[in-house]
């Protein structure tokens, strides 16, 4: 160390100022000094200013301005230094039981840095030592749970799990489940759900953890539940807090009475107020519970009461997130646009001045009476009532705009102007005007359902397919969820035209967009109600997303749904021999001499390596009759060079089979013999026709 701190001074401050009265438990003076150590001197300044404090044990204050900022960077200096860290976790435990003061967030930042750098062993022996004395508590605990959970690294995990077996915070399901499941970890989630259910740890009065159970309820339906989570599915969770069912519906009475069971619930949205506004009872739960009762759409008011318990924009926008994913809408009045449109660009002063306001929320659908107060306010100089009115115009405003653009288009497509409700798709899009469920329902309607599954007995004509083709690709580009059965419709299509290229473009382009991320940014992947398993439930008939880690094998992942059509496949074998015909040459080859005729056969184990399922039998069939095309005489095929039989196939069974451990194709011997068979079959039909 320098020579003027051995002398007594530090960065040219005299120590033995310290030791006067009150200075040495001065915090301020302190960090001051470390400071200066620490941009002059670095970690020998540091561990200048750490030995003089350490050796007086006079500042004990924990928490404060100056204090806290003080033990955070003595920390982090030193978390690297273990015989420092000891010396620091030393004098801490000293400070604990000498003035009940408690170092902060002791445990949190030595666990967390030993995680972060992959000290698992390191980060057990601090918990075992930091726990007892230094517990975090459970919601400290559980964030920094959380902030690792998420990476599937092994031993990360296991040591994860050994943290929480070996602590008494066992109330995270509603923390972690939901958390792994919207990261796309599904069978990580799975493991953690196991281990909670063997420690009690079970969902608590919450939505949180419904799409995870609903998830697993339809995918997996074998699955047991226990209790609370059977209650979170059913929405008894009113049994749970010693609440009848009884007194909900009293307090949502004429929910369901209201234009027979429209969408517009004024007289009920003031009940449904004093719910939501209900201070004793967890927001969560109230949501859950309208939920529950089936209730689709909230008021201005509801929402209102809702947005006054949370204290920020993005707090406000994650309720109506919430209320979302749920499928509770907030209408369409002027007060929720304006609610939502604050939240979303976190304007936090008009936001509070809204929810403030002594202007009713349903006043402000009344222009004429709306026009009048802000006239008003202006005229008495309230600025704060007139900007605000004036604020809520670009809301409504861009309401009316994304509503208009919508309504144009399906305008269009039940007109059959199919190009030009294409080119507005795409300037809704550049405007980021999104397209409603409405739309896309009617692009199913109108352009993909009446589209043939045989192109050359319906008149359906290139450009048609073309159109069908570029509309789908626009809801990929959307992450709008396509039925499979469109995408199959497609591809029947394309090979019947010959276009093999196109076919092989579309495969691999699904392949890449449902497994490299494009479908799922956020770890989940949105599935149209008719690929989804079937479900008596509540909103069966919506959207579901599942995670992204779902095996494609799984026989309701959206590409299984795809591809799982036999006579997809062996046509897609069929489509490669084709192409090859019309080039006249089977064995010219498309680099590393892989054979033309063979090109849907190693599309297909493509899709094989990627998951999915092949009916291998099927397709043998196909390809041995496709061979015995080739050599039965009088064919045009036969015309073609047929490449040496061996080398069709070693590439046949090099493309497919291997996940078995053997090939597709059987030994040359026993494939000669059914060439031949299915030759002579096929002339012996040919002579009793």
């Known amino acids: 160390m320098r020579q003027a701190a051995s002398e007594g001074h530090i960065c040219g401050v005299d120590l033995s100022l310290i030791d006067t009265i009150d200075n040495d438990t001065d915090a301020s003076l302190w960090l001051g000094l470390l400071n200066v150590a620490k941009r002059e001197q670095g970690k020998d300044g540091v561990l200048a200013v750490w030995n003089a404090l350490q050796s007086r044990k006079a500042l004990r204050a924990a928490d404060g301005e100056d204090a806290e900022p003080l033990w955070t960077m003595i920390l982090e200096v030193f978390m690297d230094d273990e015989s420092q860290l000891q010396r620091v976790v030393s004098y801490a435990e000293w400070m604990l039981e000498a003035h009940s003061a408690r170092w902060p967030s002791l445990y949190p930042t030595i666990v967390s840095q030993c995680l972060r750098n992959g000290q698992y062993r390191r980060a057990m022996r601090w918990h075992m030592r930091l726990m007892p004395n230094f517990d975090p508590g459970p919601e400290a605990f559980g964030t920094m749970l959380c902030r690792f959970i998420t990476n599937t690294e092994a031993g990360l ?31 990580l989630c799975a493991e953690w759900r196991g281990l909670f259910l063997l420690f009690g740890d079970v969902p608590n009065h919450t939505v949180k953890s419904e799409p995870y159970l609903r998830f697993l309820t339809r995918y997996y339906p074998g699955t047991p539940l226990k209790l609370e989570e059977q209650l979170v599915l059913e929405g008894s969770l009113p049994v749970r807090w010693g609440m009848q069912r009884e007194s909900l519906l009293d307090v949502m009475d004429g929910t369901h009475e209201v234009d027979h069971g429209s969408t517009g619930r004024r007289y009920s949205d003031t009940l449904g107020a004093r719910w939501f506004a209900s201070s004793w009872l967890p927001l969560d739960f109230a949501i859950h519970a309208v939920h529950a009762l089936g209730v689709r759409q909230i008021g201005p008011l509801s929402l209102q009461s809702i947005a006054l318990r949370e204290p920020t924009p993005d707090a406000v926008m994650g309720r109506i997130e919430q209320l979302h ?79 208009t653009s919508n309504l144009l288009l399906q305008q269009s497509l039940q007109q059959g102007q199919a190009r030009h409700a294409l080119a507005l798709m795409r300037d809704m899009r550049s405007m980021d005007i999104d397209l409603s469920a409405t739309s896309i329902e009617h692009i199913y309607s109108n352009i993909m359902e009446p589209l043939s599954w045989n192109p050359h007995i319906a008149s359906v004509t290139w450009e048609i397919l073309r159109t069908a083709i570029d509309y789908l690709n626009h809801l990929m580009l959307l992450r709008a969820p396509v039925p499979g059965r469109y995408w199959q419709k497609v591809l029947f299509g394309l090979g019947k035209f010959g276009r093999f290229d196109d076919v092989e473009g579309v495969c691999i382009g699904l392949l890449d967009a449902y497994q490299n991320g494009h479908m799922v940014p956020g770890g989940l992947l949105g599935v149209h109600p008719a690929d989804a398993p079937p479900s008596n439930g509540i909103g069966s008939r919506r959207t579901l997303h599942i995670p992204a880690d779902l095996p494609v094998t799984h026989g309701y992942h959206p590409l299984h749904k795809i591809f799982e059509n036999r006579k997809l496949q062996v046509a897609i074998a069929r489509w490669g ?62 015309a073609v060079r047929l490449p040496d039989l061996a080398t069709v196939t070693k590439q046949i069974n090099e493309a497919l089979g291997q996940s078995k451990g053997q090939g597709l194709m059987p030994e040359i011997s026993v494939l000669e013999g059914l060439i031949v068979d299915d030759v002579h079959r096929r002339r012996g039909r040919t002579h009793r026709d």
Request: with cysteine.
């Open 157 to 187: 995990q296991q040591t994860l799990k050994s943290l929480y077996v070996s602590t008494c915070h066992h109330s995270l399901y509603d923390d972690v489940v939901p958390l792994l499941y919207e990261s796309g970890l599904s069978q």
């Open 325 to 403: 994913k749920v499928n509770i809408g907030i209408g369409h009045s002027t007060y929720a646009l304006a609610v939502r449109h604050f939240a979303e660009t976190a304007q936090h002063e008009l936001l509070h001045e809204l929810l403030h306001t002594d202007i009713h929320p349903e006043v402000f659908d009344d222009l004429a009476t709306l026009e009048s107060i802000r006239d008003e306010a202006l005229h008495a100089e309230n600025m704060r009532t007139y900007h605000l009115l004036l604020a809520i115009q670009p809301a409504v405003t861009q309401e009316s705009i994304d509503t």
């Open 577 to 638: 021999f084709k192409r090859s015909v019309s080039q006249e040459s089977a064995s010219t080859s498309v680099g590393d001499d892989k054979l033309v005729i063979l090109r849907g056969v190693r599309l297909l184990g493509q899709l094989q390596k990627r998951g999915v399922l092949l009916q291998e039998s099927a397709i043998r069939r196909e390809v041995i009759r496709l061979l015995a095309q080739f050599l039965r005489p009088q064919s045009k095929k036969a």
